[in-house]
């Protein structure tokens, strides 16, 4: 380490963004576990079951070497099917198959259009592929056709790609999914979708926001395991050929240790449990319906209307207050500042789960209307 690393990190001090780890406390409204099932006794017993029959640990390699284990493809065709696909392919996170993806499978003369707000890892995944790129404005679905137009009349001559989530992890919106495939398909393009706030939730069965798209030859979805699931994981939804290339030419799947085939045995347990329960998300429904409400009558906030709802507080340090404030009282809320979010833009991210109720969120909100008050902007 060098002089250098250590300014950067009291640069980083004195400007209120210095990171650290912190333990768990207080009641969760900071996790993605949206469904209460990472410490439900219905996943412990899938993973106990598992042991018994003799699921592996670890992996023990590469999917292309001994690591390919019958796990991992018993879980590929399950979700497959639960998700109406043409192939799957199981990545070790949702940030890993980002990379892999965009890395991998735009060519130097296509073209990445995302949205403004997309996830860092597909962020880093296009800097280290070779196509173009050009954010788009957020949910602005003109923006991103005229942003292909220009390119073609620039002379663009490869595929445009269009990348967006359904469901925004810092905002709590939904893409405009339906214009975006039209624009995609008006220009012969590809539409990826990354589910991984919508996955186990929303959509038929929590199949996404994107279900009706499926399994056509020109869309391709991510679905993380490690948020609703409640286990961990990224499952990659494409048509074969996408699979194919990537097993082949991904260095990010072909050179990566292989997925838990314990773990893999707990996400196919976790997709089960979501077909067969609706009740969980029809819980988690009732539990945003009744935070908008509050949100609005106690806050004057406009709810988001899912899962994920900000709450923009505008400086780093008004939000590390509140946020701090809550902690304090018994909530675990987090600040959330630049760069992970815009400039000016700095909130608390409040994550709605069945491991807290009305009565726990009612204690919250309450709180905050409190502290809205006392902490000025």
């Known amino acids: 380490m060098s002089d250098s690393h250590e300014r950067a990190l009291k640069a980083l001090e004195r400007r209120g963004r210095l990171r650290a780890l912190s333990p768990r406390s207080g009641v969760d409204f900071s996790s993605n576990d949206y469904l209460g099932l990472a410490a439900s006794r219905e996943l412990a017993e899938a993973v106990a079951r598992a042991l018994d029959r003799g699921v592996?640990?670890?992996?023990?390699?590469?999917?292309?070497?001994?690591?390919?284990?019958?796990e991992h493809e018993a879980l590929e065709a399950e979700a497959q099917a639960f998700f109406g696909a043409e192939s799957c392919l199981y990545f070790g996170g949702g940030f890993l198959a980002n990379?892999?993806?965009?890395?991998t499978l735009p060519a130097r003369n296509d073209l990445v259009v995302h949205d403004a707000l997309i996830?860092?890892?597909?962020?880093?995944?296009?800097?280290?592929?070779?196509?173009?790129?050009?954010?788009?404005?957020?949910?602005?679905?003109?923006?991103?056709?005229?942003?292909?137009?220009?390119?073609?009349?620039?002379?663009?001559?490869?595929?445009?790609?269009?990348?967006?989530?359904?469901?925004?992890?810092?905002?709590?919106?939904?893409?405009?999914?339906a214009d975006l495939i039209a624009i995609a398909r008006r220009h012969d393009g590809m539409l990826v979708v990354d589910e991984a706030h919508a996955t186990g939730v929303l959509g038929p069965d929590g199949r996404g926001l994107a279900h009706a798209l499926e399994g056509a030859p020109d869309v391709i979805s991510l679905h993380t395991c490690g948020k609703a699931l409640g286990a961990s994981g990224a499952l990659l939804l494409a048509p074969r050929l996408v699979r194919d290339y990537l097993v082949n030419r991904a260095r990010a799947f072909i050179y990566a240790t292989a997925p838990s085939p314990l773990m893999a045995a707990t996400v196919r347990a976790a997709l089960r449990i979501v077909h067969d329960d609706p009740g969980r998300r029809e819980r988690l429904a009732n539990l945003v319906a009744f935070a908008g409400r509050a949100l609005e009558r106690r806050c004057t906030i406009t709810p988001s209307g899912s899962h994920i709802q900000p709450v923009i507080l505008g400086t780093d340090e008004r939000a590390v207050s509140i946020a701090r404030a809550l902690?304090?009282?018994?909530?675990?809320v987090r600040a959330v500042r630049p760069p992970t979010v815009p400039e000016g833009t700095a909130r608390l991210r409040i994550s709605l789960t069945l491991n807290a109720g009305e009565d726990a969120t009612a204690r919250l909100l309450d709180t905050l209307a409190a502290l809205l008050e006392q902490v000025p902007a």
């Not at 292309?64 to 284990?69: F, K």
């Not at 990379?99 to 890395?103: G, K, V």
């Open 119 to 177: 996830h860092a890892s597909v962020i880093d995944g296009m800097r280290a592929g070779k196509a173009a790129t050009v954010a788009a404005a957020h949910n602005d679905a003109q923006a991103f056709d005229d942003a292909i137009g220009r390119w073609r009349s620039e002379g663009g001559t490869g595929r445009p790609w269009i990348a967006v989530e359904s469901l925004y992890s810092m905002d709590g919106d939904r893409a405009p999914l």
């Open 99 to 103: 990379y892999a993806l965009f890395s």
């Open 56 to 70: 592996a640990v670890g992996a023990g390699g590469s999917r292309l070497l001994r690591g390919n284990d019958p």
């Open 327 to 332: 902690v304090a009282g018994g909530f675990d």
